[in-house]
């Protein structure tokens, strides 16, 4: 059986109002996971506290094996440098830095290497010596996208990663996507509203009521 990478049971959370109450959730390695749901029914604030960015009213959340929580500031940094991944839907990009080098940070810090072949499968490799601001915004996104996956973390947490994508480049992102993780024995989270793109994970919930349910995914 394949090993449980993120583990939650009984997660709620509250900001003004309760988002969500006895979440339970499982990823496992080669597994990717969609959650869905209209704004504001707090799948980004669901992926933040998985990815150890914001702590639950109630309820046990880990990583690896590990209750995150309760793992020290330095231990919590360590996870987020070398262990996790996380692409958001907007870009992030140094401004003034070329391609390269935005990756290159993110490699250096991880103490991994430009992957050469995640520039070529998101059709990049012909853009690194660009400056940001020479580049499309689909081209910036895909090369935050490569920025991620160089570090080549175990869980990908995406929120709304293909929101500002055309379609056959949406499709693009999510083939990379998935191959990774079966290629890596990693696993891949998408937080989205898009169901199209939801329906090329595994696994499919929606957060709708305070409540997490699975939701089947049709052929």
């Given at each position: ?49 998985f ?55 993110a ?26 601001s ?29 929101g500002?994508?055309?379609?056959e ?13 079966q ?37």
């Amino acid at each position: 059986m394949s090993t449980a990478l993120l583990e939650a049971h009984g997660v709620s959370h509250a900001f003004d109002y309760t988002l969500f109450t006895d979440v339970d959730f499982v990823l496992h390695e080669r597994e990717s996971a969609a959650v869905v749901g209209r704004s504001g029914s707090g799948k980004s604030t669901l992926l933040h506290i998985f990815s150890t960015f914001i702590k639950p009213d109630s309820g046990s959340v880990k990583l690896f094996g590990k209750e995150i929580y309760a793992q020290s500031e330095r231990e919590i940094e360590a996870i987020r440098r070398y262990e996790i991944g996380i692409i958001f839907q907007f870009h992030y990009l140094f401004k003034g830095m070329k391609a390269l080098e935005n990756i290159e940070i993110a490699t250096l810090l991880a103490k991994e290497h430009v992957d050469e072949s995640i520039l070529e499968k998101l059709q990049i490799a012909h853009l690194m010596e660009h400056k940001t601001s020479e580049l499309s915004g689909g081209e910036q996104q895909r090369v935050s996208i490569a920025r991620v996956l160089s570090k080549k973390p175990r869980i990908i947490f995406a929120d709304e990663p293909t929101g500002n994508l055309d379609k056959e480049t949406a499709k693009l992102v999510m083939d990379v996507l998935g191959d990774y993780i079966q290629s890596h024995n990693a696993a891949l989270l998408l937080v989205t509203h898009d169901d199209e793109m939801a329906s090329r994970c595994q696994q499919r919930y929606r957060l709708a009521d305070k409540k997490l349910q699975p939701e089947t995914i049709e052929a």
